[in-house]
């Protein structure tokens, strides 16, 4: 058989992420964000880790198939909780929060805040008498 001298090109099928999930899961990228969005409450971070990519990755993804996220009720509660206490630690920056639970460091930032009015609000204190406001008193 002779050649014609033009090579082979390779079509690629979809983009990386998109043959993992294929390979791995035996879906398609939409189904698998949808799933584990929607039923299993997973954050970007989440899906990622799992999936061995960035977070961003996963996030440019749900945008491109129009996939919503909200949390609700205790789930929120405890990511908010969770990110309060890992900014009020100081070992934490708000980009490292961010990636770790999908969000940006503006809306880390915010919930912090938000949570951190909350407890004032409500008078909690953080076990020594002063208030959660970060001021020791």
């Known amino acids: 058989m002779k050649s014609n001298g033009k090579k082979k090109r390779y079509v690629r099928k979809g983009s990386r992420t998109e043959r993992l999930v294929r390979e791995k899961f035996g879906t398609d990228l939409e189904s698998f964000l ?3 969005r929607e039923q299993n409450y997973m954050t970007d971070a989440e899906i990622a880790e799992l999936l061995g990519v960035h977070a961003g990755t996963i996030q440019k ?7 919503h996220f909200r949390l609700a009720g205790k789930r ?3 990511r908010d909780r969770e990110i309060y206490e890992r900014m009020r630690s100081g070992n934490y920056t708000l980009q490292a ?3 770790m639970f999908g969000l940006t460091r503006e809306r880390v930032r915010q919930i912090f805040k938000e949570y951190e009015r909350k407890l004032n609000k409500n ?9 959660h406001n970060g001021d020791s008193a």
């Open 123 to 131: 008078g909690h204190t953080n076990g020594n008498g002063s208030p």
């Open 61 to 67: 993804n749900r945008e491109k198939y129009n996939i």
């Open 97 to 99: 929060v961010g990636d």
């Open 76 to 78: 929120r509660q405890a």
């Open 34 to 36: 949808r799933e584990k």
